[in-house]
């Protein structure tokens, strides 16, 4: 499972005329693989069941702000409260 938060800058939710920011992962390294997706609420708060173990790109955004793009791995070994927050600049 992934799972987080996407924020602004000032730690607050964004949200816009019920539009969130969206969250998408696929599998490290492999160009043909799925690419999953999951909008935020409107706290900010996601959570991506069912995720196998592995390393994923990910890629959080939204129109009028800067993506924010990294690594995440997902272990069964991880806390199952662990989770991410992701900040996204204006811009």
Not at 47 to 70: H, L
């Amino acid at each position: 499972m992934v799972q987080g938060k996407i924020l602004h800058s000032e730690g607050e939710p964004i949200w816009f005329l019920g539009r969130t920011p969206l969250l998408e992962i696929r599998a490290y390294g492999r160009t043909d693989a799925e690419v999953r997706g999951i909008r935020a609420d409107m706290n900010g708060v996601f959570r991506m069941e069912g995720v196998p173990e592995g390393p994923y790109c990910f890629k959080a955004t939204m129109d009028g702000w800067q993506s924010v793009i990294g690594i995440i791995v997902v272990s069964k070994k991880a806390p199952q409260k662990r989770s991410i927050i992701l900040r996204l600049l204006i811009g």
